[in-house]
T-cell receptor, first 111, second 109 residues
Framework: NAGVTQTPKFQVLKTGQSMTLQCAQDMNHEYMSWYRQDPGMGLRLIHYSVGAGITDQGEVPNGYNVSRSTTEDFPLRLLSAAPSQTSVYFC??????????FGPGTRLLVL | GQSLEQPSEVTAVEGAIVQINCTYQTSGFYGLSWYQQHDGGAPTFLSYNGLDGLEETGRFSSFLSRSDSYGYLLLQELQMKDSASYFCAVYSGYSTLTFGKGTMLLVSP
């Protein structure tokens, strides 16, 4: 039981490049979320999903897309990277008791 | 909108008791959670209060007063390994959490 896994761990992009951050969970949770964490800002919700085929926007969705084709996977796509998207990205999966299980994070630097 | 206030930093010594307060203003409220994050690591779940009162889990306890829009995390018998950031987070539906900015706890010998 791996819990929540994220790839890559680190990534450097140039402005304008696109990429996909991968997230997978093996706990059969319906609910999954993506957060970004910036110094002094706590974690801010980007997008979330309440089940396969259903996604919605969080607090800071601009510049990001998500899809949920399976229960296990919830990838986050950066369409055209900007320096303001330099951050640490955490994916989380949520159980019925509202406990969020976070992945190890992806550290992204956009130059 | 949602807003949560918690102290930015708290210091304490090993063996002591420390309380981290959290006040919130939200448009929807189902419960208050607490998460711990060590430097460079992922947040990990500590507790959840859906109802008023105290929840105890080992050395950690969490309290909620919905009428006061207030909660706290109480850490007893502090250990060096408790040095970390602690976040309160409001659950406002559809399993979405709004996090506070975090409290850095520094435990000294």
């Amino acid at each position: 039981n791996a819990g929540v896994t994220q790839t890559p761990k680190f990534q450097v992009l140039k402005t304008g490049q696109s990429m996909t951050l991968q997230c997978a969970q093996d706990m059969n949770h319906e609910y999954m979320s993506w957060y970004r964490q910036d110094p002094g800002m706590g974690l801010r919700l980007i997008h979330y999903s309440v089940g396969a085929g259903i996604t919605d926007q969080g607090e800071v969705p601009n510049g990001y897309n998500v899809s949920r084709s399976t229960t296990e996977d919830f990838p986050l796509r950066l369409l055209s990277a900007a320096p303001s998207q330099t951050s640490v990205y955490f994916c989380a999966s949520i159980n019925r008791d509202q406990t969020q299980y976070f992945g190890p994070g992806t550290r992204l630097l956009v130059l | 909108g949602q807003s949560l206030e918690q102290p930015s930093e708290v210091t304490a010594v090993e063996g002591a008791i420390v309380q981290i307060n959290c006040t919130y203003q939200t448009s929807g409220f189902y419960g208050l959670s607490w998460y711990q994050q060590h430097d460079g690591g992922a947040p990990t779940f500590l507790s959840y209060n859906g109802l008023d009162g105290l929840e105890e889990t080992g050395r950690f306890s969490s309290f909620l007063s919905r009428s006061d829009s207030y909660g706290y995390l109480l850490l007893q018998e502090l250990q060096m390994k408790d040095s970390a950031s602690y976040f309160c987070a409001v659950y406002s539906g559809y399993s979405t959490l709004t996090f506070g900015k975090g409290t850095m706890l520094l435990v000294s010998p």
